[in-house]
């Protein structure tokens, strides 16, 4: 095969030698600058030899460069081509797709079963368009392409007499259409490198009898199904990124030229396009209607924005009569949804529950375990492996769900939830909501349990809080919805998502008080929830009062002697620890623990946490041998009921060694502190809360060693992680930028060191209260920098 360069390359080639812009050039021979830039990159040619030869008299060519440039314009194309498509000249990313498809079905494969791919997924999400570029991006490898719209067999057998006419073969006339057919096929037989592409595949066995005996060409299909067989390496297309989705949005509706980067928006309008293109789920064709809506109405983004957001499904339903796809995304997933429903009722059951739940990671658990609330079609198939599977099957040849086979879980589409939704009446959609939360409620664990049940709370969270939002929307009111809303809540702010967990904590509060009235232990749960929140962001007077009256409600309903009263004494006595109230602290640990080994007896897991919370308050007051007992005792405790490697065992080594750190015992220190990273990395895996808080403990040993090397690295680590896990405005990654700060302090890098305190502070100005520990801290530190600063300042000038 010949690899000339194309019109496109040239003109771009001779435009850049003579140093003309594009709008130059555009404006020069009378037309708009996007021609220009479509002509060079292939999307179409200019209309008339006259058009070319303008070109050439603008650019100052010579004869024989006009010559090429003419030449290139007739031959652009493969002879036998047949797109009945123009290339899309807002097609943006899908590079990894398009080099693999290519790497795929190239010809210099040796394997035969390399030069068949298949292009699946959810309607919408760009098949045929990516198939498109792909024809029109290598149409120079290959000595002929031809397009097969593949959804019926008279749309197979259209395309075939298409073909034929296209290669003029003697049989394009006849009437009996498998001569046509064989025709095409013998000509496939005898040539070589060409591309055939099935777009739209419905049933894989209509297109295996189109396909030539013997294959020597390369082989594209599209089909919404997962699976297609034919020999084809599937690749399954995902939404856009969100910076593809930017870009396509804002090239298509006008909003930004075609060579313009994104860096040219203003904030705002980079927000705005951020926030349409997630509203979205980055699915191509719904991005494609909001340009397109845009574009026409000349509505701002922040408009459309806010009609998405009000009347999403009407704005689904819009298409634009000149669109290159022929339904809008609600009539592409309504035609899906009834063709599944004629088919396979268990499936559409199954649909529906997904589509109340979070769209990522639902576990197939979840169906499992609560068939009994389900109805008796999908119960059945549940509780048949085989029909689950033809369920999953008929669902999976719509891609309206992907399902992960190594964690067990599905995952779908935003939109098709909405849509899926939409198609229910407001009892039936509040039905199913109030369903899924009593289900996803049966599954979620006691934050009690939270140590032996961690792994499952993570594997629910996202589908728990999702729940709440069911809850608020469709006013679920019932003692399920109270107790995942406060069960979500608790574990939450053991995330350290204080925001969240205090939103849905408040949702609880209300439903608790209303069910059960305002004296009732749960609030007073609730109550003491929302204190721990208070004072976990240092605003001790909120916490103060928050938990005495979770106190009094708690010793008037379940007695002086209960576990929960007993819980409510220690968080006091926290709250007084954390403000160094310490001779306030420490009776409320006493009365705490005295309770505990009266309720739980002396061995317990809770007279081990007094005990431990008392030796952190000892240490503080610097009474070590005391605190060194009674964290030893902890520790046996804690290893007796919950053995060597658990998270709790962790927490008893940590102030165990913290304790040997204020004692310059760094090398007992640091065997403990090992320990307890390789446990909480047993448990939690490298990228966790509590990894990072014991990198950070290292680090402060390794900077008391000076070893700050190795201090710095660990400081960097929790920061990253933290950072990933908490964000950039949160306490902890506050602490961590502090830290690392001080490092560069003790060093004298007092470059390093300033904008580091400079973030620490402007983060701790926001989310803590002026007279939180961790606050005062940095400004002292901030304060020595500044002082050492200009002290060295001084030096300079003497």
């Not at 203003?266 to 845009?294: C, F, H, M, N, W």
């Amino acid at each position: 095969m010949t690899n000339h360069v194309s019109f496109g390359e040239l003109l771009q080639g001779l435009r850049k030698k003579q140093k003309i812009s594009q709008r130059v050039l555009a404006s020069k021979i009378g037309v708009h600058y996007n021609t220009i830039w479509g002509w060079e990159r292939g999307d179409y040619l200019p209309d008339s030899k006259g058009m070319v030869l303008e070109l050439g008299h603008q650019l100052y060519l010579n004869d024989q460069e006009t010559r090429q440039l003419l030449e290139a314009s007739l031959t652009a194309l493969s002879p036998h081509w047949l797109l009945p498509f123009p290339r899309n000249s807002f097609f943006v990313g899908r590079e990894k797709v398009i080099n693999q498809i290519h790497d795929f079905i190239t010809h210099d494969h040796k394997d035969i079963t390399s030069r068949y791919c298949s292009l699946s997924g959810l309607g919408g999400i760009g098949k045929t368009q990516t198939a498109i570029e792909y024809a029109y991006r290598f149409a120079n490898n290959y000595t002929a392409v031809f397009w097969i719209n593949a959804e019926t067999y008279n749309n197979i057998i259209s395309s075939m007499v298409t073909i034929a006419t296209q290669l003029n073969l003697p049989e394009k006339q006849e009437q009996d259409q498998e001569k046509v057919t064989a025709a095409v096929a013998h000509w496939l037989i005898n040539h070589r490198d060409w591309l055939l592409i099935f777009d739209n595949i419905e049933d894989p066995a209509l297109v295996k009898r189109f396909l030539p005996p013997a294959r020597s060409g390369s082989f594209l299909y599209t089909s919404r199904r997962q699976s297609i067989g034919l020999d084809a390496r599937t690749l399954n297309l995902e939404p856009m990124t969100l910076e593809e989705g930017m870009r396509f949005l804002l090239r298509r509706s006008q909003i930004l030229e075609q060579e313009a980067s994104l860096d040219q928006l203003s904030p705002r309008e980079k927000l705005l396009a951020q926030e349409i293109v997630t509203a979205i789920d980055g699915l191509p064709l719904a991005l494609d209607q909001a340009a397109a809506y845009i574009e026409a109405t000349r509505c701002s983004m922040a408009d459309y924005l806010h009609l998405f957001q009000t009347s999403q499904v009407r704005l689904l339903d819009e298409r634009d009569i000149y669109a290159d796809h022929p339904m809008s995304v609600t009539k592409t997933f309504l035609l899906a949804f009834e063709q599944l429903k004629r088919r396979n009722s268990a499936a559409v059951e199954l649909l529906i529950v997904c589509a109340f739940l979070a769209p990522d990671q639902i576990p197939e658990d979840l169906l499992v375990k609560n068939t009994h609330m389900l109805g008796p079609t999908l119960q059945s198939a549940i509780a048949d492996p085989f029909l689950f599977n033809t369920a999953m099957k008929e669902i999976l040849s719509y891609s309206l769900l992907q399902r992960h086979s190594q964690t067990s879980t599905f995952t779908i589409h935003r939109l098709v939830q909405t849509i899926l939704r939409m198609t229910m009446d407001e009892d039936a959609q509040r039905q199913w909501a109030t369903q899924v939360v009593c289900m996803v409620n049966t599954v979620f664990p006691d934050f009690e349990e939270e140590l032996s049940h961690y792994a499952q709370a993570q594997l629910y969270l996202s589908h728990a809080i999702n729940c709440a939002s069911l809850i608020q929307t469709y006013n679920i009111i019932s003692l399920e919805a109270g107790r995942l809303l406060s069960q979500t809540g608790s574990h939450l702010i053991d995330m350290a998502h204080y925001t969240q967990a205090e939103t849905i904590l408040e949702q609880a509060y209300i439903l608790h008080a209303q069910l059960q009235g305002p004296e009732h232990p749960e609030v007073a749960f609730n109550l003491n929830d929302r204190a721990e929140i208070k004072r976990l962001q240092g605003k001790y007077t909120q916490a103060e009062t928050l938990y005495k009256q979770a106190l009094t409600i708690l010793e008037n309903t379940l007695g002086f002697e209960h576990v929960r009263v007993a819980s409510t004494l220690n968080n006091l006595g926290l709250l007084y620890y954390y403000q160094h109230k310490y001779e306030q602290a420490e009776p409320f640990y006493h009365h705490a623990l005295a309770i505990y080994k009266i309720v739980r007896g002396e061995d317990d897991t809770h007279v081990a946490m007094s005990l431990n919370n008392l030796a952190l308050l000892y240490t503080r007051q610097s009474k070590y041998a005391q605190a060194e007992t009674l964290y030893q005792q902890t520790l046996t405790i804690v290893e007796k009921n919950l053995g060597p490697d658990h998270r709790r065992t962790a927490t008893s080594l940590n102030n165990l060694a913290k304790l040997y750190y204020l004692q310059d015992k760094y090398e007992q220190a640091e065997q403990l502190y090992l320990r307890v990273l390789t446990i909480h990395k047993a448990i939690d895996g490298e990228d966790d809360l509590q990894v990072s808080l014991t990198l950070n403990n290292l680090a402060l040993l390794y900077t008391r060693q000076h070893k700050y090397t190795q201090a710095e690295s660990l400081f960097q680590r929790a920061l990253q992680m933290r950072l990933q896990l908490l964000g950039p405005e949160h306490p902890r990654t506050a602490q961590s930028l502090s830290d690392l700060a001080s490092l560069f302090l003790e060093q004298k890098q007092y470059a390093q060191a300033l904008p580091l305190f400079q973030q620490a502070l402007s983060i701790q100005e926001k989310v803590l209260e002026i007279d939180h520990p961790d606050r005062i801290a940095t400004l002292e530190r901030y304060q020595q920098l500044v002082a050492a600063i200009h002290k060295e300042d001084k030096t300079h000038v003497v």
